[in-house]
């Protein structure tokens, strides 16, 4: 049985930062695809980056929403069975539930899109105030 339990989320002002992490078990972080997605009130939960396995780069590749580019960095620990979600540069249009996800599949993990996605913790909430 798969399980994702995420913590890390709080309540800081627009330009800092949070990190979030995912604890796994029953999955391997560093196969398929490991993703962070978020909903905001009233909007639809959208792809903020995923993680893909690959055969011959041990970090993986990473993939993220144009609107994260530059200040998010998603990572994993793989002796921790853990990943990772580190948020700089905060904007209150971050603020959101955050969740993490996994799939038994790589192949859509550049689509940073929910329904390719198997597993799904509870969420974080993060709360940026400007």
């Known amino acids: 049985q798969v399980q994702l339990v995420e913590s890390g989320g709080g309540s800081v002002q627009a330009g800092g930062s949070l990190r979030l992490s995912c604890a796994a078990s029953?999955?391997?972080?560093?196969?398929?695809?490991m993703g962070w997605f978020r909903q905001a009130p009233g909007k639809e939960r959208e792809g903020v980056a995923t993680?893909?396995?690959?055969?011959?780069?041990?970090?993986?590749?990473?993939y993220y929403a144009d609107s994260v580019k530059g200040r998010f960095t998603i990572s994993r620990d793989n002796a921790k069975n853990t990943l990772y979600l580190l948020m700089n540069s905060l904007k209150p249009e971050d603020t959101a539930m955050y969740y993490c996800?996994?799939?038994?599949?790589?192949?859509?993990?550049?689509?940073?899109?929910?329904?390719?996605?198997?597993?799904w913790g509870k969420g974080t909430l993060v709360t940026i105030s400007s």
């Open positions: 993680i893909r396995a690959n055969d011959f780069l041990s970090g993986g590749i990473a």
């Open positions: 029953g999955y391997s972080v560093n196969t398929a695809c």
């Open positions: 996800a996994a799939a038994d599949s790589r192949a859509y993990c550049a689509a940073l899109s929910s329904a390719t996605m198997d597993y």
